[in-house]
């Protein structure tokens, strides 16, 4: 469940006060730019620095309004007296509210990047600690040939690598402000105050804007958190997988006192795994919504305006959440190696048949002819463990009493084709392109 995880700096962020500062941030700069124009006076600027909005009378006003801004306003200047009026001076509400936006989502892709570095990391860790822990590498879920379960980790390191860089260029393209008026011309405050503003929030300037900033830029970053998701989707699907009975290679953690089920006492259930894979759904669907938000009339209309006050800072918060959640279970992950070691001998060495495919090719074998003489003693072996009758090396033992097999390859060269060694070459390589 949510509670059990503290999020008090992304709620924060997202909290109505810390907006409404942000706002309150952007209407003073704005301020700032006006008096180095030598519009605002400097005794009024002085007292607009003390300016403060009032959180209840802004919701007593809403109440006549229905408009938040407006309400935000008047709340300030019904305190300042005169020198009110050049608050908002020459702005738009999405001047205030787009900028003060792009100060909320930095300030939490500070802290997504942060939970995607240190998962990363700990992947990482696991991958070197089981660099050459063999397992069965499966397609379709079916046996394939052996592979390391740090291989597995290594590609995970790599895929959430790739996610930094796509996160910091997705924050790089929404953390721009604007200060352009109504419809983006400048007309009512020229655009060395946007420059201003933006500078002194640490935001990047939107060259050329509408009302708003264009929400494609919101659309890229709502479809990067949701690939992220699905990429943790993706790893806590093959720990569920692990876990099942069937295989029990690996586990996500489960403490003393755990429960796994109300009536059945001895399940240990990967609900830290099931978890991920259902928020990410939820993130996929925010990542839609975002994309239907790039479409808007003309310069500006507000059906973008509800939906990101729930996908932004929901978003933000579930993607933050996921990533502890996971690097609590990597951190955590319980590997069975002599597991792993005993499925992968489960069908009798059928792992091998594609080295002896090719060995029979290279003795001169044509590839249809070697693939029948493989595959029919590999039918032998599977039958056998179907009926769970499989014992040491069967494939290599099927293949030693076939007269054609052993035209071409002795019992020791097929000794030697059974070598898990062979596999694990070049492990070495791709840990290295990695940086592992």
């Known amino acids: ?23 309150l941030r952007v209407e003073l700069l704005v301020c700032e730019g006006w008096a180095r124009e030598g519009v605002i006076p400097q005794d009024a600027i002085e007292k607009i620095r003390q300016a403060r909005y009032n959180m209840q009378r802004m919701q007593e006003i809403e109440q006549e309004t229905h408009h938040d801004v407006i309400s935000f306003l008047r709340s300030i200047q019904e305190q300042l007296g005169p020198e009110g009026r050049f608050i908002h001076l ?31 990391q700990v992947v990482g860790q696991v991958a070197v600690q089981h660099k050459y822990t063999l397992m069965a590498g499966r397609t379709h879920g079916i046996h394939a040939e052996p592979i390391t379960f740090g291989l597995k980790m290594a590609l995970w390191f790599d895929e959430l690598r790739r996610h930094q ?18 419809v983006g011309t400048h007309a009512t405050i020229p655009p060395q105050i946007e420059e201003f503003v933006c500078e ?33 989707e993706k790893m806590a699907q093959e720990i569920r997988h692990l876990q099942r009975t069937e295989l029990s290679e690996a586990f996500e953690p489960f403490g003393s006192g755990q429960q796994g089920s109300s009536a059945m006492p001895h399940k240990r259930n990967p609900e830290l795994c099931e978890r991920v894979c259902g928020l990410a759904r939820v993130l996929r669907g925010f990542a839609v919504t975002a994309m239907e938000n790039v479409a808007l009339w003309h310069e500006r209309d507000i059906s973008h305006s509800s939906t990101e006050r729930i996908i932004l800072p929901d978003g933000c918060t579930l993607l933050h ?20 070691l005993a499925n992968l001998n489960m069908t009798g060495g059928l792992v091998f048949s594609q080295r002896i495919l090719l060995a029979l090719i290279d003795k001169g074998v044509g590839r249809q002819e070697a693939y029948k003489m ?11 463990a179907s009926a769970g009758a499989v014992q040491g090396p069967a494939l290599l033992e099927a293949l030693s009493k076939d007269e054609e097999v052993t035209h071409y390859l002795s019992s020791d060269e097929l000794q030697e084709l059974t070598s898990t060694d062979y596999y694990i070459k070049y492990i070495d390589t791709a840990f290295q392109r990695v940086g592992l």
Do not use: C
């Not at 959440?321 to 792993?340: A, K, P």
């Open 1 to 23: 469940m949510i509670e059990r995880y503290s999020l008090p700096e992304m709620a924060a962020i997202w909290s109505a006060a810390h907006k409404t500062d942000a706002w």
């Open 90 to 120: 020459g702005l738009t509400s999405s001047d205030v509210l787009d900028t003060g936006l792009a100060a909320q989502m930095k300030e939490a892709g500070v802290l997504l990047s942060q939970a995607l570095t240190e998962l990363t």
């Open 165 to 182: 860089q796509r996160l910091a260029a997705a924050l790089e393209q929404v953390t721009v402000g604007k200060i352009s008026g109504a």
């Open 200 to 232: 002194q929030m640490g935001l990047g300037v939107a060259p050329v804007s509408s009302q708003i900033v264009q929400r494609d830029r919101h659309a890229h970053f709502m479809t990067t958190l949701a690939l992220i998701a699905s990429s943790l």
């Open 321 to 340: 959440y996921m990533l502890h959640i996971f690097t609590r279970v990597m951190r955590g992950l319980q590997v069975d190696s002599e597991r792993m």
């Open 374 to 384: 493989v595959q029919r003693n590999a039918k032998q072996v599977w039958s056998m």
